[in-house]
C-alpha cells in the first residue's frame, strides 16, 4: 500500500493517505467564509435563529461567540482553541482572521481562515413598539374633588422616574412613551402594563389614595389570536393632604400623617391619635383645610378650662383643657381651628 497523494510506502494510511498528507490536508474546522450578524441598533438584543434574545455580551464577545457557534472542528481534530483578531473594519464589515491550533493524529496544526462578518442593525421588537410610541397601558393620576398642586405633580414624576430606571434594567419595556398634562390630572403612557402596575402600588404606598384599573378592549391579534387589551389604571389622591380637617362618623380628626395602608388621625375632641384605613375613604368628609388654622392667644388657664380669644371676634372662648394642652401658659401663641362654629385647639408639637 502506498500514499495516493505522495506515493510513500510502507507506513500507516489514513484514509488513503500517509500521516503528513493526512495532516496537510486537513483544515482543522470548518467556518463560512461570511457571516452576518443581527445587532439591534438601540439596545443590545440580538437576533439568533428566528428569534430576537436579550443579550448581556457586549458586541465583541458576542461575535465572537458567533464565530466560535459556527466553527465546525473535524472529526479527527482535539484540542481545538481558536484566537480571533479584528484586522479591519469597513463600514459594517469586520475583516477576522481566525487562527485555529489543535491537533490532528496528535500532531500540533495551526490553520488561518479570514471570515468576513457583516453586522446588520436592525429594530428589535421592543424597541420598534418604542419608536412607534406603543404603549400598553395608560396611568392617570388625579386628585379627588380637586386638582393636583404642583408638589403632588412633582413628587409623583420623581417616584415615576426612578422607579422607571430601576425596572428598565430588566424590562426593555419600562418606559414612558407619553406624559400628558391635562386640566384634571397627568396621564402617563407606559410601554410596558406590569412596570406602569408596580409604578402605580408604589405612587399609593407614598401618596396614599384610591387604585382602580379598567382594562380596553382594542382590537385583536389575528396573529396570536388573542384579543389587545389596554389597561387603564387610575390613582385618585384623598381629598384632602397632611394637615386637613376631616368630619367621620361624629368624630373631628386633622390628618398628621397617610401613606398607602393607613390615614392617621389626631382627634380633635380628645386629641387621641386614630388610624383609619382607606376601605373607610368614603365615610370621610373634609370639614377644614390647614390653610384654615389660625393663630390666637391663651388668655386664661384653670386646672379644667382654658381660655383663647376668638382668632376674628377677639372674644374669649373657655375650653376644656386635656392633658397635652399641660404645656401652655397665658400668654403663649397657639393654633386654634374653627369647624362648624366651635374652636378647637391644635395641640402644639411636642419636638
Ligand atoms: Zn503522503
Ligand atoms: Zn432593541
Redesign the pocket.
Known amino acids: 500500500m502506498?500514499?495516493?497523494?505522495?506515493?510513500?510506502e510502507d507506513?500507516e494510511l489514513f484514509e488513503g493517505?500517509?500521516?503528513?498528507?493526512?495532516i496537510?490536508g486537513n483544515k482543522l474546522i470548518t467556518i463560512p467564509p461570511e457571516l452576518t450578524v443581527e445587532i439591534c441598533a438601540h439596545c443590545s438584543a440580538v437576533h439568533v435563529g428566528d428569534k430576537w434574545m436579550k443579550n448581556e455580551l457586549s458586541e465583541e464577545e458576542f461575535i465572537a461567540e458567533t464565530i466560535v457557534k459556527e466553527s465546525i472542528p473535524d472529526k479527527e481534530a482535539e484540542d481545538v482553541v481558536l484566537e480571533i483578531d479584528l484586522l479591519n473594519q469597513k463600514g459594517s464589515v469586520l475583516e477576522i482572521l481566525i487562527n485555529a491550533r489543535g491537533k490532528i493524529l496528535g500532531i500540533p496544526v495551526e490553520r488561518e481562515f479570514p471570515v468576513k462578518v457583516k453586522i446588520n442593525r436592525n429594530d428589535c421588537p421592543e424597541c420598534s413598539k418604542y419608536a412607534s410610541g406603543y404603549y400598553e397601558s395608560v396611568l392617570q393620576l388625579r386628585a379627588d374633588k380637586r386638582v393636583l398642586t404642583d408638589e403632588e405633580i412633582k413628587v409623583a414624576d420623581g417616584i415615576i422616574q426612578k422607579l422607571l430606571e430601576k425596572l428598565f434594567r430588566t424590562n426593555r419595556m419600562a418606559y414612558i412613551s407619553q406624559r400628558a398634562e391635562l386640566k384634571e390630572g397627568v396621564d402617563y403612557y407606559f410601554g410596558s402594563y406590569k412596570a406602569s402596575r408596580k409604578i402605580s402600588h408604589a405612587l399609593k404606598d407614598e401618596m396614599g389614595g384610591t387604585l382602580g384599573e379598567s382594562p380596553r378592549l382594542m382590537g385583536r391579534d389575528k396573529s396570536a389570536g388573542k384579543d389587545l387589551y389596554r389597561i387603564w389604571i387610575s390613582l385618585r389622591l384623598p381629598s384632602f393632604q397632611e394637615g386637613d380637617f376631616l368630619a367621620y362618623d361624629d368624630n373631628l380628626g386633622q390628618v398628621t400623617d397617610l401613606n398607602g395602608r393607613k390615614i392617621m388621625l389626631l382627634d380633635l375632641k380628645t386629641l387621641g391619635k386614630i388610624s383609619l384605613s382607606w376601605r373607610e375613604y368614603s365615610h370621610l368628609d373634609v370639614v377644614a383645610r390647614k390653610e384654615n388654622i389660625k393663630t390666637t392667644t391663651v388668655t386664661s388657664k384653670s386646672p379644667t378650662q382654658i381660655q383663647v380669644l376668638h382668632p376674628e371676634t377677639y372674644q374669649p372662648v373657655d375650653l376644656d383643657i386635656l392633658p397635652e394642652l399641660a404645656s401652655l401658659n397665658i400668654g403663649d401663641p397657639v393654633e386654634v381651628i374653627e369647624i362648624k362654629g366651635k374652636l378647637y385647639i391644635i395641640p402644639p408639637k411636642i419636638v
Request: with cysteine.
Open positions: 502506498f500514499c495516493i497523494e505522495c506515493g510513500k507506513e493517505l500517509c500521516s503528513s498528507c493526512f496537510a
